[in-house]
């Protein structure tokens, strides 16, 4: 299974951002997916995901500005960023993960988005 992120940039606060999220090389559908963020000298963390059924769930730093979303047939989810700060700066890496009998996770190679003041 391959994971592609793209859509990472460099933008001033107050801007808006649209990551993209790919899975390729099996013909099983996505379960859920979770976009995550790592910042420079801080630890991975959960910024957003979305079920199966398409619950979504949302980090309290993100809620109201990002909107996770995902396509199904296309094995493909998004991330929109709104009202861009400069702390949400970071490599954002795309989570995606089946349910095969058991847990099976995947994970991207991650993109770059940085915001400036």
């Known amino acids: 299974v391959q994971v592609v992120e793209s859509g990472g940039d460099l933008v001033r606060a107050g801007e808006s951002l649209r990551l993209s999220c790919k899975a390729s090389?099996?013909?099983?559908?996505?379960?859920?997916v979770g976009w995550y963020r790592q910042s420079l000298g801080k630890e991975r963390e959960l910024v957003a995901a979305i079920s199966s059924t398409g619950s979504a769930d949302y980090n309290d730093s993100v809620k109201g500005r990002f909107t996770i979303s995902r396509d199904t047939a296309e094995n493909a989810a998004y991330l929109q960023m709104n009202s861009l700060k400069p702390e949400d700066t970071g490599v954002y890496y795309c989570?995606?993960?089946?349910?095969?009998?058991?847990?099976?996770?995947?994970w991207g190679q991650g993109t770059q988005v940085t915001v400036s003041s």
């Open positions: 989570n995606v993960r089946y349910a095969l009998g058991s847990w099976y996770d995947f």
């Open positions: 090389g099996t013909p099983f559908t996505i379960n859920a």
